[in-house]
């Protein structure tokens, strides 16, 4: 950093804080509380599924906050099959018409494959274009790459299209706070090589997730510096905690004022 930018320095935008919701419940006690935007989607135990159209039709009726709606048929892989892919597409469709901001998704090779990458590039531009300019987050798919791939991998999504990458920053079953200095390469990575390509694509934001609570969200967003994290903020079984989401906003709050 200059001398010219330490005696002028730029705050940062207030971080992004989206709030994960299992039910329509939910997502009415996060936007209340503060949430910037909801990723919804349904069956906590399964770690999200996509959500049933009713509940979008009735939180887009009542909320002024965006609502990403996550395209994920099965729990049991990232590598779908030609019905569930045909499936994918049609409900992205469906939630489009009525109303989605945006949609979460990703979509590996099964290893068996030996593709170049574990990105399905072709598969994930396909559901993207599908999406028609609405944005797309590559979810927690890419805990499952080694970190030996990502340099190829961000590039990939990139391709494909995407806005942003949700990611705790390791393999899967780690939390944030485990992988806080590999979250904060992806995050500088991404802004070093930030500027536009020659087809007018920039690197997707990286978004923090993976047990990001109060309790640690100051340490995260100190370290990694990232402008966008990702909570469930539970209290009891699915439902989101009021007070969590509070206090979440509230210490992003405090730690916003990073300067660049």
Known sequence: MNAAAMNNPTPQRMPLLEIACFNSDAAF???AAGADRIELCKNYSLGGLTPDLSTLVMLKSQLQIPVYVMIRPTADTFSYDSADFEQMGHEIDMFSHHGADGFVFGILHHPSENSRSLVDVARNTALVQRAKGRPCTFHRAFDLLPESQWDAALRDIRDCGFSAILTNGGPTGNVAVECVNKLATL????????????????????????????SNIGLLRGRTRAGAFHSAALGHGDIVSAEEVLKIREVLRE??????
């Open 29 to 31: 006690l996060a936007a």
């Open 187 to 214: 995050v500088h990575w991404t802004e070093l090589h930030g500027d536009v390509d020659e087809s007018g694509r920039r690197f997707p934001e990286i978004i923090v997730g993976g047990g990001v609570r109060a």
């Open 255 to 260: 730690r916003g004022a990073l300067y660049e």
